[in-house]
């Protein structure tokens, strides 16, 4: 099952690219930014004592300010995702793909970027993922 799944994950990458599409990263990043913040304000006041401390507050709340609202390109979001979200986005695209037969990934890219509605549907079942499941907002293209 496991060549199955990585062939479906990279269709995904593949069609997602394809239609330049990205996600809003200010969910995800929010531990990050928290954690960003921390340390800056930790080693602002390592080394400038009080001062230091409101200096490294104000440059981690920038940091914070300046990556909420950005957004990632799906492909890179789908290459981090845990197991448990690969399988249930395995399971949803694969609900398309049950007629298909194919031997690799280079074929199952190229049996379903070839067929309009067919990358409709699984273009549809990855929004639908990633709205539902990853609770993100998407954007296409620049």
Same mark, same amino acid.
């Given at each position: 099952?496991?060549?199955?799944?990585?062939?479906?994950?990279?269709?995904?990458?593949?069609?997602?690219?394809?239609?330049?599409? $990205?996600?809003? *990263? $200010?969910?995800?990043?929010?531990?990050? !930014?928290?954690?960003?913040?921390?340390?800056?304000?930790?080693?602002?006041? @390592?080394?400038?004592?009080?001062?230091? !401390?409101?200096? /490294?507050?104000? =440059?981690?709340? +920038?940091? /914070? #300010? +300046? &990556?909420?609202?950005?957004?990632?390109? @799906?492909?890179?979001?789908?290459?981090?995702?845990?197991?448990?979200?690969?399988?249930? +986005?395995?399971?949803?695209?694969?609900?398309? =793909? !049950?007629? @298909? %037969? #194919? &031997?690799? $990934?280079?074929? +199952? %890219?190229?049996?379903?970027?070839?067929?309009?509605?067919?990358?409709?549907?699984?273009?549809?079942?990855?929004?639908?993922?990633? &709205?539902?499941?990853?609770?993100? $907002? *998407?954007?296409?293209?620049?």
């Amino acid at each position: 099952m496991a060549p199955r799944m990585d062939d479906v994950m990279r269709l995904c990458r593949e069609t997602s690219a394809h239609d330049e599409i $990205k996600l809003a *990263v $200010k969910n995800s990043t929010k531990g990050a !930014i928290a954690l960003v913040a921390g340390g800056s304000i930790l080693v602002g006041g @390592l080394l400038g004592g009080p001062p230091g !401390i409101a200096v /490294g507050g104000v =440059l981690g709340a +920038l940091f /914070g #300010w +300046l &990556t909420s609202g950005q957004f990632r390109p @799906l492909p890179q979001i789908l290459m981090e995702l845990s197991p448990d979200q690969r399988q249930k +986005l395995y399971d949803q695209v694969t609900f398309y =793909l !049950i007629n @298909l %037969v #194919w &031997t690799n $990934k280079a074929q +199952l %890219v190229t049996l379903v970027m070839g067929n309009a509605t067919l990358q409709q549907q699984v273009t549809a079942a990855l929004l639908n993922y990633v &709205t539902r499941e990853l609770g993100s $907002k *998407v954007c296409f293209g620049d």
